[in-house]
């Protein structure tokens, strides 16, 4: 009795593998974009928590905004001020693996170690690795009442006239963590009415 044998070819064998390469370099760039998108979610999400703590904070202190340190690492002021992270540390929920004065809503998941390189003393460590935190306070409002620092010259000239609260923006990203190495633009924005953008107005 004649028995068939059937099994892949070389050639065959190369053409599946060289399909299936093909249709993971078709995917790869799709499946970055979406870990890239998720992340940045959770910034956002994030940066939301840390308005809410801020609001608080606000009422605590008749609306003048903290005096906190840009980098807290390489202070510019002596005695050095605080972080945003230790200044709002009471209306938030600490995370428990963090160092002293960090707390979770402060980690951007994008801002991970050896994505830039900061120089010293921080070398290739994340922002919130050395910071507490990966958002940078807008340092002109450092101890502004809101009401007086909107009617101020210099913003009134700044803005065209004088600025909404959704037109200020009170922490953003340390570094555009959410695009491609030397990207210039994927910042997040927490701005004063408590909503977030990816770019500066």
């Known amino acids: 009795m004649d028995r068939s ?20 370099g078709i995917l790869m ?10 992340k940045r979610t ?44 230790e200044t709002l540390r009471p209306h938030l929920q600490e995370d428990a693996g963090a160092q002293p004065g ?31 935190s990966s958002y940078g306070f807008n340092i002109f409002l450092n101890g502004q009442k ?5 009617r101020r010259d210099g913003v009134i000239e700044y803005f065209g006239g ?5 037109e200020i923006y009170l922490l953003r990203d340390y570094a555009p963590f959410h695009g491609g190495r030397g990207s210039a633009q994927p910042f997040n ?3 004063i009415d408590g909503h977030v953008s990816d770019l500066e107005r």
């Open 42 to 85: 959770v910034c956002a999400s994030n940066l939301r928590a840390v308005g809410q703590a801020m609001r608080m904070y606000l009422n605590d202190s008749q609306d003048t905004l903290p005096r906190v340190e840009w980098l807290p690492t390489v202070p510019t002021h002596d005695p050095p001020w605080p972080s945003i992270a």
């Open 102 to 132: 960090a707390v979770a809503v402060f980690e951007c998941p994008a801002d991970r170690p050896g994505f830039i390189d900061r120089g010293e003393p921080n070398g290739y460590r994340s922002y919130y690795q050395t910071e507490g």
């Open 162 to 166: 004088q600025p909404a609260e959704e």
């Open 189 to 191: 924005f927490l701005y």
């Open 5 to 24: 044998r059937y099994a892949f070819t070389l050639v065959e064998l190369l053409v599946v593998v060289s399909i299936i390469g093909l249709l993971i």
């Open 146 to 150: 809101l009401y007086n620092f909107v």
């Open 29 to 38: 760039p799709s499946l970055k974009g979406a870990r890239r998108g998720a």
